[in-house]
Nanobody
């Protein structure tokens, strides 16, 4: 059974940094894509950053230059380093795993940027 678990959320002041981690297990097929999404109250879930098979990365315009996504293939782990955080980055952050037989989501981790 595929499991996706996020960790590392919390409260941080504007301008601060936070690191998120996503661990995937129970995978029996190749991973096509791993990505971070977020959903703020009253808003739709949106892509933050992703890595597709082969290593190509994709970022939302709002986080370019501030966030860095990386993947540890041997551990099926996806990391998100978030710097220069802004209040508008406040959201629940979800990890998504795209496999040959379906998409899998974690339960999310809360990130709050506030003074």
């Amino acid at each position: 059974q595929v499991q996706v678990v996020e960790s590392g959320g919390g409260l941080v002041q504007p301008g601060g940094s936070l690191s998120l981690s996503c661990s995937a297990s129970g995978i029996t097929w190749r991973i096509y894509e791993m990505g971070w999404y977020r959903q703020a109250p009253g808003k739709q879930r949106e892509l933050v950053a992703s890595i597709i098979r082969g290593g190509t990365t994709n970022y939302a315009d709002s986080v370019k230059g501030r966030f860095t996504v990386s993947r540890e293939n041997a551990k099926n782990t996806l990391n998100l380093q978030m710097n220069s955080l802004k209040p508008e980055d406040t959201a629940v952050y979800y990890c998504k795993l795209v496999l040959g037989y379906g998409d899998y989501w974690g339960r999310g981790t809360q990130v709050t940027v506030s003074s």
